[in-house]
């Protein structure tokens, strides 16, 4: 094929590509609670083990003098994620930071886990929706 013909094809595939709208299973109602946990819980000892979030500690730090806070509101935490690494992280130049957890599937276990690990941290036991985010949530975002 001439390079003119390839340049025809690969436009067609673009052109004719859709997004893909792709889901996740433990989003879903239905989807088993012990599972779902479970799924949380590794992605947590993941992101802390590999420290994974080290790149955004500046970011976070930049976010936070910006919204005059020293609140972090994490959206979706599933288990907590990488926060306990990040945490020591930032508590080194941010002693009085505070985490509150939320989740629309909250992960108690993990949640309570988190909290005895760091005492900065609290989280909420109601499911959060991140689109809804209630008012009296004041911090930074994530």
Do not use: C
Not at 21 to 36: A, G, I, V, Y
Not at 115 to 140: H, T
Request: proline share 6%.
């Amino acid at each position: 094929m001439s390079s003119k013909s390839w340049k025809t094809v690969v436009a067609h595939i673009e052109i004719k590509m859709g997004r893909i709208h792709l889901f996740e299973l433990e989003d879903q109602k239905w989807f088993p609670t012990f599972l779902r946990n479970y799924g949380t819980d590794f992605l947590q000892f993941m992101s802390n083990k590999t420290k994974m979030y080290k790149p955004v500690v500046p970011v976070i730090e930049k976010g936070l003098k910006a919204s005059k806070t020293n609140q972090i509101i994490d959206l979706g935490s599933g288990g907590g994620g990488g926060l306990l690494w990040l945490n020591t992280e930032l508590k080194k130049r941010i002693p009085d930071l505070k985490i509150i957890l939320t989740d629309y599937y909250p992960n108690i276990p993990a949640f309570e886990f988190t909290k005895k690990e760091a005492d900065n941290f609290e989280f909420i036991e109601e499911p959060i929706d991140a689109r809804k985010v209630p008012i009296e949530l004041v911090g930074l975002r994530t």
